[in-house]
């Protein structure tokens, strides 16, 4: 059975929604972040580094957005161009390029004390670069998805487009008082996608046990809210 270590609205709702699609069976261990039960050492032994999501698994603890995600397209031969598949290089690219580019500068956008301290001035340059680096990265996304590449935006849904559709939600809504730059009409392609996916029963069920409302992607509320 695997078993993912979540916090609701987390990096774990992009694993979570990937295994509805799957339908593959899997249990969840909620992470306590307001007592910062990422950094006990009990999960440290299954991340060092502290952070949400872990997917146990048969094979051990995997780590890291992408990593979970490419292992589970690799395991179960669904959501991705396959190993071997003259596609599979190009997807690589550009699922490297989600981790590495746009959720490592959305975490900037949300701890922006952790890069360039307290002061506001330094807080409000760092943000006001930040949001020019996001707009850059949906821009190239909203080319990409207009190339008619089967593995995203295309028919059927890819991890690739759960990714995107997931951190656009988190811009629309974190941090608090810092969105207003997040125009969705402005990238059309990708706001068809997160409509689109919003209405998969596999997206509706993963949204709504953590507690996401009914349109979480394309009109975002908080949690619970």
């Known amino acids: 059975m695997l078993r993912l270590h979540y916090a609701p609205d987390n990096a ?12 593959l069976p899997y249990e969840t261990r909620l992470v306590d ?27 051990g603890p995997i780590f890291e957005t992408a990593a979970i ?25 550009w699922m490297v390029a989600l981790s590495n ?15 360039v301290g307290e002061d506001p001035a330094a807080v409000a340059a760092h943000r006001a670069l930040t949001v020019d680096r996001l707009g850059a990265a949906l821009d190239r996304l909203e080319s ?6 089967g593995w995203f935006c295309g028919e059927t849904p890819s991890v690739l487009d759960i990714y995107a559709a997931v951190m656009m939600r988190w811009m629309a809504l974190y941090p608090e008082g810092h969105t207003g730059w997040f125009r969705r009409a402005r990238w059309p392609a ?16 993963a949204c709504d046990r953590e507690g996401l409302g009914p349109t979480p992607l394309t009109a975002p509320r908080l949690p619970g809210a």
């Open 190 to 205: 990708l706001d068809a996608l997160a409509a689109r996916l919003e209405i998969r029963p596999a997206v509706a069920r």
């Open 144 to 149: 990409l998805a207009g190339a008619g590449h």
């Open 69 to 93: 995600l490419l292992w589970l397209t690799e395991t179960s031969g669904a959501l991705a161009p396959p190993p071997g598949d003259p596609a599979r290089g190009a997807f690589l690219s």
């Open 12 to 23: 774990s709702l992009i694993i979570r929604i990937a295994l509805e699609e799957l339908e």
């Open 101 to 115: 580019g746009m959720q490592s500068d959305l975490r900037r956008m949300f701890y922006p004390a952790r890069y």
């Open 33 to 59: 972040r307001r007592a910062s039960a990422q950094k006990s050492p009990a999960y440290r032994a299954l991340n060092p580094r502290g952070q949400i999501p872990v997917l146990e698994t048969p094979e």
